[in-house]
């Protein structure tokens, strides 16, 4: 995908990843021929929607920074904005609470609420950083890591893992409200397999615009 290009009002953009079983009569080798093609295929249909197949951990190695130890948000990673954490986590699990209507993914009924993890904390703020500093947008890091290898890499064993990426919202209902309206990405805030969530908020100066990174996994 194209850089984004430094604007005073930049355009929002959103796009989702998920990482997960599109066969479950796969055989084991089957599986890995399947999660190699779908890297570059895709399995769920065209569009802003990239599902790729995989049952396990991709295997740590990209140059991706390492878990933090705390679970506290340092400034450049929420916006400045107060109470993130909570307010985020809050937003997260009042829409999972009620069923929702995700588009052509269909409807999804009310799920369980996640839990924050400093791990996928680390892999989101990260991947955050790295599209500020080299002025890109895409699940893809500069490096070439994806989703899976930056969450590997941070430590967590996942087995289901998503991300959902947006720039130019300006606070967190804003943003969580854009990923709700887009099908894919509001499948995966209800994908009821997840149990653990962070998401990242890092401030382009160059345009003022806020980068956002949710990722959602659940651990092998």
Not at 15 to 25: L, T, V, Y
Not at 85 to 109: D, V, Y
Request: net charge positive; hydrophobic share 45%; proline share 4%.
């Amino acid at each position: 995908m194209k850089s984004i290009e430094p604007t005073t009002r930049p355009a929002i953009r959103l796009r989702p990843a998920m990482i997960r079983i599109c066969n479950k009569h796969l055989s084991l080798p089957a599986i890995a021929t399947a999660l190699l093609a779908a890297l570059l295929t895709g399995c769920g249909g065209g569009g802003a929607d990239e599902n790729v197949a995989a049952t396990s951990p991709a295997s740590p190695g990209s140059t991706v920074a390492p878990a933090q130890t705390a679970s506290v948000i340092v400034a450049s990673e929420r916006c400045g904005i107060d109470s993130y954490q909570e307010a985020m986590l809050a937003e997260i699990n009042r829409r999972r609470a009620s069923a929702q209507t995700c588009g052509s993914r269909g409807s999804f009924p009310a799920t369980t609420a996640l839990t924050w993890n400093s791990q996928l904390l680390a892999a989101a703020a990260g991947h955050a950083k790295d599209m500020v500093a080299k002025n890109f947008f895409s699940h893809t890091g500069s490096s070439g890591s994806s989703v899976a290898d930056r969450v590997s890499a941070a430590g967590y064993a996942w087995s289901t893992v998503a991300e959902n990426i947006a720039a130019g919202q300006p606070s967190i209902t804003r943003v969580v409200d854009a990923w709700m309206s887009s099908d894919g990405h509001c499948a995966n805030l209800m994908n009821a397999t997840v149990r653990d969530v962070a998401v990242a908020c890092v401030v382009n100066t160059a345009n003022q615009s806020n980068y956002w990174v949710m990722n959602l996994a659940k651990t092998r």
